[in-house]
């Protein structure tokens, strides 16, 4: 608490005021019959400007904050959606139509073999859509048992995790996980449909796989990504969203709303899940506040600070 109350000093000389109480107005602005919401850490912005720039005011109140278990993994397809294409008799193979990387339809002609058996030409075709990972096959060469193709829906991916001994008891098949690539552009969440029951590699660490859409064709096979898996939670009694806190003249804030006004509030924070964090002090459950697009009224009040002061 005492963090707290420092931080509300130092917030008092910037607004000249604590938020907690009404402040009183300075003689000059009480002449004129207005309060100099600048100086004192708040702005007033009409409701329809505030919407059409994305300012949305939730209500503080209980939340639960997740666990999370970082990891990290790669990539891949979905095993359940790739299909190994082979000749269905021995032959030679006459023609092929498709090569590594081309997109396929369900039925399209991959090659074609001449039998044996009948000396008759017959066609290999895509048993699924999806796209060539990979040709085992070249005219004039012989078809046998082997594959000759292997394709892959990619609509479809896979993330594969690793996950140290010491962890896995807290991993299930079902649970949530929020995968991101490295470089952050892209970020989706699925759930875990499997884990490995063996360590591989020199760490031993075990495969924890979660499935991912990828009707957008976000994600590469083959690319490195991580992840949050979430394996647990604890409701608290006041959370809010990570996009409402913000850092003014080294406090961590947010911005209380009444009608069209929005004021600096001091608050000390718990813990959080990335989302979603838990407000230990200064702000009550049931208080408005801004939820997402805090920055613009942070922005918003410093300009105005900096203007009063020259």
């Given at each position: ?68 278990l ?20 021995p ?51 012989m ?22 001994p ?17 470089d ?117 009040i ?9």
């Amino acid at each position: 608490m005492k963090h707290l109350i420092a931080a509300l000093m130092g917030i008092a000389i910037f607004s000249g005021g604590c938020s907690d109480s009404s402040p009183t107005p300075p003689a000059e602005s009480q002449e004129h019959g207005a309060v100099d919401d600048h100086r004192e850490g708040r702005v007033t912005i009409p409701a329809e400007t505030a919407k059409e720039a994305g300012v949305v005011v939730e209500a503080a109140g209980p939340r639960t904050i997740e666990d999370l278990l970082p990891l990290y993994g790669v990539i891949a397809p979905d095993p359940e959606a790739v299909r190994a294409v082979s000749a269905r008799f021995p032959g030679s193979i006459r023609t092929i139509a498709r090569s590594p990387g081309e997109t396929v339809k369900r039925g399209d002609v991959l090659a074609t073999v001449e039998s044996n058996e009948s000396l008759q030409t017959y066609a290999v075709t895509a048993p699924i859509a999806g796209v060539v990972t990979a040709r085992h096959a070249n005219p004039g060469e012989m078809a046998g048992d082997g594959p000759l193709f292997v394709i892959a829906d990619l609509s479809r991916v896979v993330a594969d995790l690793a996950v140290f001994p010491r962890d896995i008891a807290r991993v299930r098949p079902g649970q949530r996980a929020r995968v991101r690539s490295v470089d952050g552009g892209v970020a989706h969440e699925g759930r875990v449909i499997f884990v490995s029951p063996a360590g591989a590699g020199a760490n031993q660490a075990l495969t924890v796989r979660v499935q991912l859409d990828n009707a957008g064709r976000h994600w590469t096979p083959g690319v490195y990504v991580n992840a949050d898996l979430l394996v647990g939670g604890t409701t608290v009694p006041v959370a809010v969203r990570t996009d409402a806190v913000q850092r003014v003249r080294g406090v961590q804030v947010v911005f209380r709303n009444d009608g069209d006004t929005y004021e600096v509030q001091p608050v000390e924070l718990g813990r959080s899940d990335g989302e979603w964090v838990e407000v230990t002090a200064g702000l009550a459950a049931g208080a408005a506040h801004v939820a997402r697009n805090s920055f613009l009224i942070k922005a918003d009040i410093e300009k105005s600070a900096a203007s009063h002061e020259h």
